[in-house]
C-alpha cells in the first residue's frame, strides 16, 4: 500500500510543481525556469507591484527582460512567430506595462529572438490565467538571492498536461430549471488545476444512440447578467431548450471564462472594444491568440458518462475537432443561436468572418 501511495506521488510531481508555480506568479513571486543549461528568474508582469517591479531590477543588476507573445508583437508591429524579447535596462514599471498591453504604443526600438525556455513560462501565464508578458533574467544556479523561490523543470509542463484529461464524479443531483423541468447536475473534479466542471443531463438520453450534447463555456456576464454585448446567455438557455426538444441530452458547462483568458482578462478586452476595435483585436492587444478554451475536461466527461456518440448542437467547428480527436464521434453538427441585436452584431460577425464560426452570413452582413 505504502509502495503504491509513493508511486502516486511521484507519477504527479510535474503537475503539483505547475500547480504551485501558478500560484507563486498570481500572488508576485518570482518562479526559477530551468533546463540542461539555464535557469531563468520569471515574474508575471499582470501581479507584479511596481515596487517587486524595482526589486526584481535591482537583484538581476538590471539585465532584465520583457517577453511578449507574437500577437502582442504583432500589435506593435513587430511580426515574429515566438514572440519577441525586450531588454528592460532603465525601463520602469509604468513604460513596461504600456509595452505590454496598453494601445498606439511604439514598437520596441530593440528586441531579439526569445529564449525556446520562455514558451514554458508564456504556457505558465496562460494556466494561471494572467497576461502573457513576463519579466525575466538568467541567474546563476545559485544565487543566493533566489534562493527561496519554487524551481521547475521547463519541461514538466509537458508532463503535467496528462492530468488535464483525469478527472471524477464527485457529486450528483435532480435540480428542477424553469422551462426546463427536472435535470440532473453531475459535477467533476479535476484537470490541471483541480476545477471543478458541471455536466446538465437533460431528460433520459440514451447512450447507446448518438446524444445530444452542447459545450457551453462560462460567461459571467452574459449568463448571469444578460450582458448585451454576447450571444451567450441566449446560446444557454436555447441550448438547454434544444436537449429538452431532442428527447434529452447533456450540457457540458466549462469553467472558460473570456475563452480561457479569465474574467480580469476579459474585462480589458472589453474596455478595448468600447473603442471600437473587435474581439479577437482587443485579445491580441492582450498577447492572447483567438480563442484559448481547451476541450480535454469535455472529453473526460463524456466519457464518465458513458458517452462515446454524439449529436453536437455548436457554431464552432474547434469544438467538432476536439470532440473528435478525444475518440468522441460527432455524427451530427446542429446549430444554436441567439438574438441578434445591435449591441452584438459585430461580436457575431467578427466569429462568423475570422473565427470560421457556422453562422448565416447573409443574416448578419445584413445593416441593422
Known amino acids: 500500500m505504502l509502495k503504491s501511495a509513493h508511486f502516486t506521488f511521484q507519477h504527479t510531481t510535474a503537475q503539483m510543481d505547475v500547480e504551485r508555480a501558478v500560484a507563486e506568479l498570481r500572488f508576485g513571486r518570482p518562479v526559477i525556469l530551468k533546463d540542461n543549461k539555464r535557469q531563468l528568474a520569471v515574474l508575471a508582469l499582470d501581479c507584479v507591484t511596481p515596487a517587486i517591479y524595482d526589486l526584481f531590477s535591482q537583484a538581476v543588476d538590471d539585465q532584465h527582460r520583457l517577453f511578449l507573445s507574437a500577437p502582442r508583437a504583432a500589435r506593435l508591429g513587430v511580426s515574429s512567430g515566438a514572440g519577441i524579447a525586450v531588454p528592460l535596462s532603465g525601463v520602469g514599471f509604468e513604460d513596461a506595462s504600456r509595452l505590454s498591453y496598453a494601445l498606439d504604443v511604439e514598437p520596441p526600438q530593440e528586441w531579439c529572438q526569445p529564449d525556446q525556455i ?65 435535470a440532473e447536475f453531475v459535477v467533476f473534479r479535476g484537470g490541471l488545476a483541480q476545477r471543478d466542471q458541471i455536466a446538465i443531463v437533460v431528460g433520459k438520453p440514451d447512450t447507446n444512440s448518438p446524444v445530444p450534447v452542447r459545450i457551453h463555456s462560462s460567461c459571467i456576464t452574459g449568463d448571469l447578467f444578460g450582458s448585451l454585448k454576447c450571444d451567450c446567455g441566449d446560446q444557454l438557455c436555447n441550448g438547454l431548450a434544444h436537449l429538452k426538444e431532442a428527447g434529452g441530452g447533456v450540457l ?32 491580441a492587444e492582450l498577447g492572447f491568440e483567438a480563442d484559448h478554451r481547451r476541450y480535454e475536461a469535455a472529453v473526460a466527461m463524456l466519457g464518465l458518462l458513458s458517452i ?28 444554436v443561436f441567439g438574438d441578434i441585436t445591435a449591441e452584438n452584431m459585430n461580436y457575431l460577425r467578427t466569429k462568423m468572418l475570422r473565427a470560421d464560426h457556422m453562422l448565416d452570413i447573409e443574416t448578419l452582413t445584413r445593416p441593422c
Open 118 to 182: 520562455m514558451a514554458s513560462a508564456a504556457e505558465l501565464a496562460r494556466n494561471a490565467l494572467l497576461l502573457p508578458a513576463m519579466i525575466y533574467a538568467e541567474i546563476e544556479p545559485d544565487e543566493p538571492r533566489f534562493g527561496a523561490c519554487l524551481r521547475l523543470d521547463a519541461d514538466a509542463l509537458g508532463q503535467a498536461s496528462e492530468a488535464r484529461q483525469i478527472f471524477e464524479i464527485i457529486a450528483r443531483t435532480q435540480v428542477p430549471l424553469k422551462e426546463i423541468g427536472d
Open 252 to 283: 457540458l458547462y466549462l469553467d472558460q471564462e473570456g475563452r480561457g483568458t479569465g474574467i480580469g482578462s476579459k474585462m480589458r478586452a472589453y474596455g478595448y472594444q468600447h473603442l471600437g476595435i473587435d474581439t479577437i483585436d482587443a485579445d
Open 308 to 335: 462515446s456518440r454524439t449529436v453536437l448542437f455548436t457554431n464552432n467547428p474547434t469544438k467538432i475537432s476536439a470532440l473528435r480527436a478525444g475518440g468522441i464521434h460527432v455524427e451530427e453538427r446542429k446549430p
